[in-house]
């Protein structure tokens, strides 16, 4: 069996369902509290790539 992607259709379905469930009102809110997590989770990944850069640097500078 191939992979399995999402494809505009699946997406278009999805939001018509979200939409269904969570009403046009609280939509935007959970778009925003989505990017939001989003944005948090991202700097938090990059803290982490930049605390590993920096060892590797200062390990580098020891030898």
Do not use: C, H, W, Y
């Not at 469930?21 to 948090?40: D, H, Q, V």
């Amino acid at each position: 069996m191939g992979p399995v992607g999402v494809g505009p259709g699946s997406l278009i379905i999805i939001a018509l369902v979200a939409l269904l469930i969570f009403g046009p009102k609280k939509l935007p809110e959970l778009g925003k509290a989505a990017g939001s997590t989003l944005r948090e989770f991202k700097n938090a990944t990059k803290g982490l790539a930049d605390d590993d850069d920096e060892k590797d640097k200062k390990k580098d500078a020891n030898q």
